[in-house]
């Protein structure tokens, strides 16, 4: 029977699980992965399972599609600012929730989603990172570090919190080992933020508008199709604005904003949610893909090209991710 | 995929393996790159545009590396800011310094205030 993936601010065993979970992979070192492995000079340590799932996400983003040389003016990556976007997440959630299914010994967990639009709803949008995941008995709220909750750090405690290992340092745009020991980083909103999360009825409008699932020329410039709205690039602001998918990032802020935000475990809440939309949207418009496998098209996002992943040696393409529904169901879906 | 094929994917065998296999990638993780000039082409009325932009950008110093590109838009992309575009260079490295102290990185310089808000575009 296929696993259901829930709500985690309805479904207290989801989130227990789920924070169990994942600081179970940050401890698991039991695939003898080092850094020396990765390459890395200058570092000798081990790397968790979670960790290498950080690492995946971050060696995708640098992958350009097409690579340089050839002109990149969109800068599609092997993972984002293309078509590939949803069916690439789906992979890696798919692979982390099997991953957590293995370290719980429980093979009916299924990866629980934030529902941010409906903390988006909520008014004054000062109020929003106030509100229930944020708590210490979710998963914890802002901070330089994080201190409280299940992904807490306290310096003078180091072995025992929740440690960032490696994140893209923003001026060399390398992979980087912080200084020291330190915890997660979270802005919420901060302090000079306008806007607040995506609404309901901002998801409620992708739904409803959009019959195609991505257009030409399949980058951040498409004026239309699902993807590019629900990955956030989309509508064109003059302020160029974040939306939905992209919004909670920026939201969230500290480690969610560089290509190592699978450091912060919200990461994979937010992507589940995501991953929800488009399965609403499938379920309303078809499961269908574009672009197809044509040479003109971008080689990386096309129909049936393959998606590597740096967690196993199975690679899989858009096509096969389009329906998974053997495999999780969600308990509700988001309506149009 | 079935269920059993995802299953035998998700071990802590396969994956040590899948570095192993696609080592060829690893190399994004070796070096910082230097900044390469951003190319945008276009046709209009039959003629062909090429506009080829290189920035050099340094704070305190410190050369920017990400990779960095000017949409057809105008709109500014910076690699290691992904969820973001920017209407203007200058808000983009202020945004990148404002990261940089949320991490920490660099310090604050004094200035404890939370920097600008660049989420809404200024600068």
Redesign the interface.
């Known amino acids: 029977m296929a696993r259901v993936r829930r709500n985690v601010l309805t479904e207290p065993a989801s989130l227990e699980m789920f924070c169990r979970g994942v600081n179970l992979l940050k401890r ?1 070192f ?4 080092t850094t020396t ?5 200058g570092m000798d340590l081990p790397v968790s ?1 979670f960790d ?1 799932f950080v ?1 995946w996400h ?2 995708a ?4 599609t097409p690579p ?2 050839a ?5 599609r990556n092997a993972a ?2 293309g078509s590939v976007f949803l069916p690439w997440h789906r992979f890696m959630l ?2 982390l929730e ?2 957590l ?2 370290v719980l010994d429980d093979d009916a967990f299924g990866l629980p989603y934030w529902d941010w639009a409906a903390d988006g709803d909520h008014q004054p949008i000062g109020e929003q990172p106030g509100l229930g995941l944020w708590k210490a008995t979710a998963m914890g709220g802002a901070g ?1 570090p994080v201190e409280d909750g299940p992904f807490g750090f306290d310096p003078e405690h180091h072995e025992d919190g929740f440690r960032v290992v490696f ?10 080992a ?2 020291g020991h ?1 915890g997660l ?1 979270r ?1 919420l909103q ?6 607040g999360l995506p609404t309901s009825q901002q998801v409620r409008a992708v739904l409803a508008s959009q019959t195609e699932y991505d257009v030409e020329n399949w980058d ?2 498409c004026r239309e199709g699902l993807r590019n709205l629900l990955e ?2 989309i509508p ?7 939306e939905l ?3 909670v ?2 939201w969230i ?3 969610m ?3 190592t ?1 699978p450091n912060d475990p919200v990461f994979y809440l937010n992507h589940c949610n995501v991953d929800r939309i488009w399965e609403a949207w499938m379920v309303k418009h078809g499961r269908k893909y574009a672009p197809d496998d044509s040479p003109d098209n971008p080689l990386g996002h096309r129909l049936n090209d393959q998606i ?7 690679t ?1 393409t858009p096509n ?1 991710m389009l329906d ?1 529904t ?2 999780y169901t969600y308990d509700e879906l988001p309506s149009a | ?3 059993e ?19 060829d ?9 230097a900044q ?1 000039p ?4 276009e046709t209009h009325r039959g003629h062909r545009i090429k506009v080829v932009t290189a920035y050099e950008i340094t ?1 305190d110093g ?6 960095l ?5 105008g ?1 500014v ?1 910076y ?9 203007s260079m200058i808000g983009m490295v202020e945004r ?1 310094i404002d ?2 102290i ?5 310090d604050s310089g004094g200035d404890d ?5 660049h ?4 600068g």
């Open positions: 698991d039991s695939a003898g992965v492995a990765l390459g890395l000079a399972a290498q690492i971050y060696v983003m640098n992958i350009l340089r040389p002109p990149n003016p969109n800068a984002h600012r798919l692979l099997q991953h299914q293995r330089a994140f893209e340092d923003p001026i060399s745009g390398v992979l980087s912080p200084l330190r980083v802005r901060g302090p000079t933020s306008t806007f951040a410039r956030g690039w064109f602001s003059a302020d160029r604005r974040p998918h992209n919004r990032h920026v802020g500290g480690d904003d560089p290509g935000s590597i992943s740096l967690v196993t040696r199975r899989t096969e998974v053997h495999i | 995929m079935d269920l094929d995802l299953e035998a994917s998700a071990t802590p065998a396969e994956m040590a393996a899948a570095l192993e296999e696609h080592k990638v690893l190399h994004v993780l070796q070096h910082a790159h390469e951003s190319v945008r082409e704070i410190q050369p920017v590396m990400g990779h590109n000017i949409g057809n838009n709109a992309h690699h290691a800011i992904p969820n973001q575009e920017f209407p990148i990261m940089s949320e991490l920490g990185t660099i205030h939370g920097g600008h808000d989420d809404s575009g200024e």
